[in-house]
Structure formats: C-alpha cells, structure tokens
C-alpha cells in the first residue's frame, strides 16, 4: 500500500485558519493542479473542508478515481487562535505562542483542541484508510497541521518537531502506515 498525504493550495489567509471553511485562492488551484502533473492514484481520501474537497472532487472527476470525504481528515481546531493573525498573536501573547510551538501537546492554544482528540481522530482515519485500501495508491488531500501531526507519528518523532517540519502548500508527502509507535 502506498499512501501520499497533499496539502490543500494557498487560500490567500494568513493566520491559523484551523477548521474555518476557506476557499482556495487562483493560486491555491495552480499550485494543487502542478503538484499532481503526472502522478497516479487508485483512490482519493480527502477532508472535509472546502479548501481540500473541491480539489479532491475536481481530481476524481478528472481521473476517474473513487472519492471519499472523511471529516476525520480536518485540520487541528486552534480555537480562540482561529482566523487571528499569527503577528497580533505573536504581540499580543508571545510567551503563549512560544510555549505552543514548542510543546503543543502541553501549551495549546486557548480553546484548541485537545492533541490526543487530534491525534485519535487523524490515526482512526489513516487506520480505516490502511484496512480499506491495502494494497492500492491512496492520495489523501489534507491540511499542513494533519500532516505534521502524522509524519511525527509515522517517523516517531515527537509532536514538539511540528514547528520543524516544512509543509508548504500543496506539497506531496509519502506517508508509512500503520505508524510504527505512538509519538
């Protein structure tokens, strides 16, 4: 089985958008339209969120590849951090933000969910992903946060290397799974 995780396209937002429903930008569709050029999938899994499902959908249709939308597969909910922008939290709670950089487990953000909620919800989808499509190339269109979340998981890093791990817009990461241990 072979699964590749594909962060959505730019939305034109700057700040944690988490789970607020955006639109992707022009730009957002190219770069998705570009990432997948050429590559090949048998099925899609793709979050709910428009700014992922919209390209999911548009790639099925023009594929021809089965499609399925599974909430599980949204982006980490930030709460009161939603839609604020990163500089005014930065100024306004620097020490609050730096402590969540560097342990989001134990310093998140006001409101936020929980990342053992985070986690058990992305893990149960991989899971069900991994049991229904053993042995298929699964594409899986989801969120920067998602994406970190699972590869800290997968190379059994610990969840304070998210800040680390570049995940630009509509980048393409392989992903093992099952994850060998938890993180």
């Known amino acids: 089985m072979s699964i590749e995780?594909?962060?959505?396209?730019?939305?034109?937002?700057?700040?944690?958008?988490?789970?607020?429903?955006?639109?992707?930008?022009?730009?957002?569709?190219?770069?998705?339209?570009?990432?997948v050029e050429g590559r090949t999938w048998d099925t899609i899994v793709s979050s709910s969120l428009q700014r992922c499902a919209a390209f999911a959908r548009e790639l099925s249709q023009a594929r021809g590849v089965p499609l399925r939308i599974d909430a599980r597969l949204?982006?980490?909910?930030?709460?009161?951090?939603?839609?604020v922008p990163i500089e005014r939290i930065a100024e306004e709670q620097g020490d609050v933000l730096a402590r969540f950089w560097a342990?989001?487990?134990?310093?998140?953000?006001?409101?936020?969910?929980?990342?053992?909620?985070?986690?058990?919800?992305?893990?149960?989808?991989?899971?069900?992903?991994?049991?229904?499509?053993?042995?298929?190339?699964v594409l899986v269109v989801t969120h920067g946060g998602a994406i970190r979340l699972l590869r800290c998981r997968a190379e059994q890093r610990s969840y304070g290397d998210m800040a680390g791990i570049e995940v630009p817009h509509a980048s393409l990461h392989p992903l093992p799974w099952p994850a060998a241990v938890s993180a």
């Open 103 to 137: 342990d989001p487990v134990n310093h998140p953000p006001p409101g936020a969910e929980t990342f053992e909620a985070f986690s058990a919800r992305l893990c149960s989808a991989l899971d069900d992903i991994a049991a229904q499509e053993a042995g298929r190339r």
């Open 5 to 35: 995780l594909l962060r959505h396209g730019d939305t034109g937002q700057r700040s944690y958008r988490g789970q607020l429903d955006d639109a992707l930008s022009e730009l957002g569709w190219s770069q998705l339209r570009a990432a």
């Open 74 to 83: 949204a982006e980490y909910h930030f709460g009161a951090w939603q839609g």
